[in-house]
């Protein structure tokens, strides 16, 4: 296991086995307002801890859910606010116009419900899915819905898979990383391509003024 991500780990479950269910809360409220405290160390130390009868799993559950729930309506929230203007003003010294925001705000229109939810369900995407949709200012009900149908999903899975594993949850992390690196991956991959084919785009101009 990563030498710098052991420390975490081991202070996470400190938490969890110290404060019990408010740990848990506020863990999966960090992670889902976009400070990435891994969820799978949260639940499956939460699940670990109800296999021992220090916690209940339904109430280590229940805190998951509530916390992820708390959590994604200040990342929402600020997404809302903020992310457009921030997006409207700096977006041009990454590419970014507000033409593109506008087109992302269409297919949040279309696309949004099924992408809150799903996205729910994905290591790395999940942490910072809400800050889109407050951008495209995805209706709060709408968004609130469809994140608690994904939420409940994947922290009572994790919790009820830690109550399986019971001592060995720490092994089972390690099932987690590929999954990461692949989403990972592929998300700079779209990135890179976005970016050098948006900076392809922005170049055309200018040579064609040139050439005239």
Same mark, same amino acid.
């Given at each position: 296991m990563d030498a710098l991500v052991e420390p975490l780990i081991t202070l996470m479950e400190r938490?969890? *086995?110290? %404060?019990g269910y408010a740990a848990i809360f506020l863990l999966m409220l960090l992670e889902s307002a976009l400070i990435? &405290?891994?969820? *799978?160390v949260t639940m499956l130390a939460g699940g670990f801890y109800a296999a021992e009868g220090s916690l209940d799993l &339904?109430?280590? #559950?229940? $805190?998951?859910?509530?916390?992820?729930?708390?959590?994604?309506? +200040? $990342?929402y929230a600020i997404g809302r606010k903020t992310g457009r203007a921030v997006l409207d003003r700096y977006g041009r010294?990454? /590419?970014?116009?507000?033409?593109?925001?506008?087109?992302?705000?269409?297919?949040? *229109?279309?696309h949004g419900e099924a992408a809150t939810f799903f996205s729910r369900l994905l290591p790395v995407i999940?942490? &910072?899915?809400?800050?889109?949709?407050?951008? $495209?200012?995805?209706p709060l009900g709408k968004f609130s819905i469809y994140t608690f149908l994904g939420v409940v999903p994947w922290t009572y899975g994790l919790a009820y898979l830690g109550v399986v594993v019971g001592e060995n949850w720490e092994r089972v992390l390690a099932y987690?990383?590929?999954?990461?690196? /692949? +989403?990972? #991956?592929? /998300? +700079?991959v779209i990135v890179g +391509?976005? %970016? /050098?084919?948006?900076?392809k785009q922005s170049k055309a101009p200018a040579e064609t003024k040139v050439a005239d």
């Open positions: 938490w969890v *086995e110290d %404060y990435p &405290f891994p969820s *799978e &339904f109430w280590v #559950g229940a $805190a998951g859910v509530l916390g992820n729930m708390v959590g994604s309506w +200040i $990342a010294f990454v /590419l970014i116009r507000s033409h593109d925001v506008d087109r992302a705000e269409v297919w949040w *229109e279309r999940r942490t &910072f899915i809400s800050l889109p949709a407050g951008i $495209a200012r995805m987690f990383d590929l999954p990461t690196l /692949l +989403i990972a #991956g592929a /998300l +700079i +391509i976005w %970016y /050098l084919r948006r900076r």
